[in-house]
């Protein structure tokens, strides 16, 4: 006798109602310990969405329009390069090119 996926998920659920809860199945102290990470996740959750989201959110209100402001300011007066003796010395070339791997070219001047 064949059966439909829905008759061999019913008889599934059917069969999981048979288990015992799983309190009377762990040791007390691992059922304690899984009860315990569960409501520390809980709380650190409500800590997160109601703590750290809002605090980021006040920071970038306060800091997103300085921030906009100096790149503005960058880009109408950009930086000159001042050849100091101690910079920009190399016996070989890099393998990617004149530049260090942090070069920004926004905000590092380019020597001429």
């Known amino acids: ?3 439909t996926p829905a ?3 019913e008889s599934y659920s059917v069969a999981r109602a048979d ?3 799983l309190q ?3 040791l007390q102290e691992n059922y304690e310990a899984m009860q315990h990470a569960h409501h520390s996740v809980s709380a650190w959750k409500k800590y997160n969405a109601f703590l750290v989201i809002p605090a980021l ?3 970038a209100f306060y800091t997103i329009p300085q921030e906009v402001e ?3 300011h960058l880009s109408e007066h950009p930086n000159t390069f001042q050849a100091y003796p101690y910079m920009r010395k190399r016996k ?3 393998a990617w090119g004149d530049d260090n791997l942090f070069y920004n070219p926004n905000a590092n001047p380019r020597p001429e």
């Open 70 to 72: 100096h790149l503005h």
């Open 57 to 59: 959110a006040l920071v």
């Open 92 to 94: 070989n070339p890099y």
């Open 24 to 26: 009377k199945v762990m």
């Open 19 to 21: 288990f015992p809860p």
């Open 1 to 3: 006798m064949s059966t």
């Open 7 to 9: 008759q061999s998920a």
